[in-house]
């Protein structure tokens, strides 16, 4: 049975930086898509960044590009989102989802229909 488990998630000022975990537990990660969405209220959830089988590949949505870093370690099979110079449009749920398949590419690794699993989310609330 997969397990998602995020955490990291807070209150900070404009500008300042949080650092989201998640703890994938009954999954394997090689040749597959695992990613970071958000989603505010009264919007649809989207894509913030993306991985690879364990760090091959990385992608960023425009919005974080430049402030945002997604990262993986493997021995603990836990996926990291590094978020600095935040933004109050940045303040939304953040999840952690995790596909099934490897064989996802281009703006489409971004679209939560692609991940099968995913945690139970952890809030991030960015103040002017």
């Known amino acids: 049975q997969v397990q998602l488990v995020e955490s990291g998630g807070g209150s900070v000022q404009a500008g300042g930086s949080l650092r989201l975990s998640c703890a994938a537990s009954?999954?394997?990660?090689?040749?597959?898509?695992m990613g970071w969405f958000r989603q505010a209220p009264g919007k649809e959830r989207e894509g913030v960044a993306v991985?690879?089988?364990?760090?091959?590949?990385?992608d960023y949505a425009d919005s974080v590009k430049g402030r945002f870093t997604i990262s993986q370690d493997n021995a603990k099979n836990t996926v990291y989102l590094q978020m600095n110079s935040l933004k109050p449009e940045d303040t939304a749920m953040y999840y952690c989802?995790?596909?099934?398949?490897?064989?996802?590419?281009?703006?489409?690794?971004?679209?939560?229909?692609?991940?099968?699993?995913w945690g139970q989310g952890t809030q991030v609330t960015v103040s002017s």
């Open positions: 989802a995790a596909s099934d398949a490897g064989d996802i590419v281009g703006r489409v690794r971004f679209q939560a229909g692609r991940y099968r699993y």
């Open positions: 009954g999954y394997t990660y090689s040749r597959k898509w």
């Open positions: 991985i690879y089988s364990g760090g091959i590949i990385t």
